[in-house]
Nanobody, 115 residues
Framework: QVQLVESGGGLVQPGGSLRLSCAASGIIFRSATMGWYRRGPGKQRELVAT???????NYADSVKGRFTISRDNAKNTVYLQMNSLKPEDTAVYYC?????????WGQGTQVTVSS
């Protein structure tokens, strides 16, 4: 049974930082492509960042230079470091694992950027 459990969301002021974590179980983590997606109020879910098993990363243009995705294969955990947060980053952030032609999702964690 695959489980992805996100943590680290919350309320932060514009310009602040947060680090999201996603702990995975039930998959061969080191072989999975891991990603973060988000769904803002009234918006469709969109890609934020991905990291493949070899460590190469990909980012949405809107977060390049501000967000960093990383993984710790020893801990089966993927992270999203978010700096210089903006109100438009407000969303529910979802962890995603893609392996063996299957995709799995976490339950999501709320990030609110507001003064």
């Amino acid at each position: 049974q695959v489980q992805l459990v996100e943590s680290g969301g919350g309320l932060v002021q514009p310009g602040g930082s947060l680090r999201l974590s996603c702990a995975a179980s039930g998959i061969i983590f080191r072989s999975a492509t891991m990603g973060w997606y988000r769904r803002g109020p009234g918006k469709q879910r969109e890609l934020v960042a991905t990291i493949i098993s070899g460590g190469n990363t990909n980012y949405a243009d809107s977060v390049k230079g501000r967000f960093t995705i990383s993984r710790d294969n020893a801990k089966n955990t993927v992270y999203l470091q978010m700096n210089s947060l903006k109100p438009e980053d407000t969303a529910v952030y979802y962890c995603n694992a893609h392996i063996d032609y299957s995709a799995y999702w976490g339950q999501g964690t709320q990030v609110t950027v507001s003064s």
